[in-house]
């Protein structure tokens, strides 16, 4: 129910995450444009040039250098953010960890693009892959709409958690695609993010503190073991930072999966980001010929919610797991090695079918989604296939 | 009197540097540059290091030899680190949660590896933005923190281990690159060279640059005991021979005009400085090699007493 008229606008995937950081009007933003998100940062800097925002912008020389500003700046304090896609995400993958490990609460937007080489501008999650175990928080929005109210809740997350977060879109099928965004105003943002409150900063000269020392073998190993428990601990924090905006405002976003149809549901597709917009009309339809699936939706990737998926997957006989990544392991993408593990303890579980699709921006159709619901079908007949199977692809 | 002087004596008694214990080695020079820096300073300042020699000597957790507050982040990244906090504090004072009179001196340290290799783009990056910040690199010529391997700043002959001298190659093929030359092509407001043996002119040019608004930049030799192979005692008198032989001249360049800070009486000849190194060692009876690093010292002198007084942006 919505608490009041929202205003909406029509903003590109990209537009929205920009009109966030707006409302947002973090301390700093330090970024370095790349397609397909270098909309963000010139949308951003318009904004600064007209006195929009107060924010110093740093243009800087690289992605290295962006989230090296980025850590610098949160680590006197400021509230910090930044885009990148691809290849800029793969440059700021050293300062990655070493954000997370100082527990700074920086958030990212990120349009997911395909790695090189080949060199390719469009859509799929090796970049976000590569960086899931860097210690962030990683949100995937299925729609601009999302995306924007995502931006705000990360902030408030990360700076609640202490742990950086990347609010993540499909590159041109999400930060191109335009869609009505409801808003919310200046204020209510304002007064829902409130104030950053840093765990410590290094402009701090009266209580001068060492940051980032060496670590050795005898106690490096405690602050991961630490750095773990507060990953852990962020798990609560989405929970309650994504209630309370929902209750404010009156939406009703997911914290960690959405479940559409899931119900009387017989078997089930997990997917994330736009992908999951696809296979939502798809279901529909199927379901009109008795097919019985239903689809889980993963929001929030990291932490990994592998309690709820456990919990949610294993009435099932099979489930489809869509992967845009590969992880050149042989071993398939990986969402779905991450969802067998997580199914692992169960006596009874379903049948894990991984199915990569999408890759380099191939368009998943609703063909694709059709064909995807019907492998998941037979194999609940008791069909076998191969472990991974690749979708929309000349073989 | 001259507005940045300082007496020594008030010096000695600031005293703020690295505290005992840190691991340095006996006989770097690199905790004396610190100390000289630290104590040059009338604010307070908060300190960006690059990975390094004096970074893993410093702060070996759960202790740090830092009375100041201090930031490590990784090898390539300084000057992008404190460009980040140096924002940071401004941002917080246009939007008055900190006082718009309260003065910190920025100041980033890197090794020669971190400044004219692998962190030359971060640095060059932040100094064309004009972040108002101190970068001292201090300079022992190689990557001494994984064990003495070339840099760009390794000079000509200089057996490293990974230029080493063999019986066909004798040390490093290529001359080092002049960095505070291409920093000063960025049109830096202040650009100088020092050494710890000339602490006098050293700490005059950490204080002129602490009074100029923008980026600045000193290089400071830091001869290396291990690195260069000399005894623990004689990083001083190395650092001096490198002034006194002219491989290493003290200059700065202010808003763009060239000053000769000091001019040896008697230019030694460069063979003294190289003699007294064993890296240099296999240098000694090659006597060509020697000719081609004394013509080479003495074209950029040259080329530095002519330039000395004239701006040049
Ligand atoms: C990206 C990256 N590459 C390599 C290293 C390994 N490394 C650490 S310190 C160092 C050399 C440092 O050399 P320099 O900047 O000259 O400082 P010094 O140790 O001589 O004081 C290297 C190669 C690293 N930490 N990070």
Redo the contacts between chains.
């Keep these: 129910m919505k608490l009041k008229n929202l205003k909406k606008l029509a903003l590109t995937g990209n537009e929205a995450a920009a009109y966030a950081m707006k409302q947002i009007n973090p ?2 933003v ?1 970024a370095y444009p790349i397609t397909p998100s270098t909309e963000i940062v010139q949308i951003f800097s318009k904004y600064v040039a007209d006195g929009e925002v ?3 912008f ?5 992605e ?2 962006a989230m ?11 509230r ?1 953010m930044t885009a990148t896609a691809s290849q800029g995400l793969a440059l700021m993958h ?2 990655l960890y ?1 954000a997370s490990s ?1 527990r700074l609460p920086i958030v990212m937007v990120v349009g997911n693009r395909a790695l090189s080489a080949p060199i390719n501008i469009h859509a799929d999650h090796s970049d976000a892959m590569g960086s899931r175990d860097s210690g962030w928080m990683q949100m995937f929005c299925e729609n601009p709409n999302e995306v924007y109210h995502t931006v705000i809740m990360a902030v408030k997350i990360a700076e609640k958690a202490n742990l950086p977060c990347m609010v993540e879109m499909d590159g041109f099928i999400t930060t191109h695609e335009m869609e009505m965004v409801e808003t919310l105003d200046d204020k209510e943002v304002q007064e829902f993010v409130k104030k950053r409150i840093p765990l410590y900063s ?4 009266e209580e ?9 073998f005898d ?1 490096y190993f405690e602050h991961k073991r630490g750095q773990v428990e507060a990953v852990f601990k962020a798990k609560k924090i989405i929970s309650e930072v994504v209630k309370e905006y929902n209750t404010k405002f009156g939406f009703n976003f997911p914290d960690f999966v959405e479940e559409y149809e899931t119900e009387d549901a017989e078997i089930c597709v997990v997917a994330m980001s736009s992908a999951a917009g696809t296979l939502k009309e798809a279901i529909d339809l199927k379901r009109e010929s008795g097919i019985k699936i239903g689809l889980i939706r993963i929001k929030t990737f990291r932490p990994f919610p592998y309690e709820i998926l456990r919990e949610r997957l294993r009435k099932f006989k099979a489930v489809g797991v869509m992967d845009r990544a590969e992880t050149m392991s042989t071993l398939g993408g990986p969402l779905s090695i991450e969802i067998k593990a997580s199914l692992y303890p169960l006596d009874k579980k379903p049948v894990i079918q991984n199915f990569i699709f999408g890759l380099g921006g191939r368009e998943f159709s609703l063909e694709d989604a059709f064909h995807v619901i019907e492998i998941i079908e037979n194999i609940k007949k008791g069909k076998k296939y191969d472990d991974v199977l690749y979708i929309g692809i000349r073989e | 009197m001259k507005k940045n002087f300082i007496s020594l004596k008030e010096l000695s008694e600031r005293n703020i540097g690295l505290a005992p214990g840190h691991r340095a080695c006996a006989g770097c020079p690199f905790p004396s540059i610190v100390r000289m820096v630290l104590s040059a300073s009338d604010n ?3 300190v ?1 290091n690059a990975t390094g020699c004096l ?2 000597t410093s ?4 202790y ?1 030899a ?9 090898f ?2 300084v000057a ?13 004072k ?2 008055g949660i ?1 006082p718009e009179n309260k003065k ?1 001196n920025f100041i980033a340290f890197g090794g020669d590896g971190a400044t004219y290799d692998i962190g030359l ?2 640095l ?3 100094i ?2 004009g972040h108002n910040f101190l970068y001292i690199l201090y300079d022992n010529q190689a990557y001494m923190n994984t064990g003495i391997q070339r840099s760009s700043a390794t000079p000509f002959g200089a057996n490293t281990t990974t230029s080493p001298a063999g019986k066909v190659i004798p040390g490093k093929l290529q001359d080092r690159k002049d960095i505070t030359e291409i920093i000063a092509a960025h049109g830096t407001p202040y650009v100088a060279q020092a050494s710890p043996s000339h602490f006098y002119d050293f700490i005059s040019k950490i204080r002129k640059a602490f009074e100029i608004k923008g980026p600045k930049f000193i290089a400071v030799l830091s001869p290396c005991v291990p690195g260069w192979g000399y005894r623990e005692n004689e990083s001083i008198e190395i650092a001096k021979l490198a002034v006194e032989t002219c491989f290493w001249p003290l200059y700065e360049i202010e808003h763009g005009v060239y000053k000769l800070t000091y001019k040896p009486a008697k230019k030694l000849p460069v063979r003294i400085w190289l003699e007294k190194q064993e890296r240099f060692k296999h240098l000694i009876n090659r006597e060509e090699l020697i000719t081609e690093i004394q013509k080479k010292v003495d074209e950029k002198w040259e080329r530095l007493l002519n330039l000395d007084g004239k701006k040049i942006f």
């Design positions: 301390d700093v330090a107060d924010t110093e740093v243009p800087v020389e690289s290295h250098s090296s500003v980025c850590i610098g700046a949160s680590a006197a304090g400021a910090v050293e300062m070493i100082l290094v402009l701090n000269v001068p503190i060492t940051i980032g020392a060496l670590d050795l106690y | 307070p300042v908060v960006a970074e893993v702060t070996i957790f759960p740090s830092w009375p100041v507050p201090w930031i490590h982040s990784a390539e990244n992008a680190t404190i460009a980040g906090i140096e924002t940071a504090f401004r941002v917080f246009k939007r900190i910190i783009q971060a060059s990056g932040a064309e933005r």
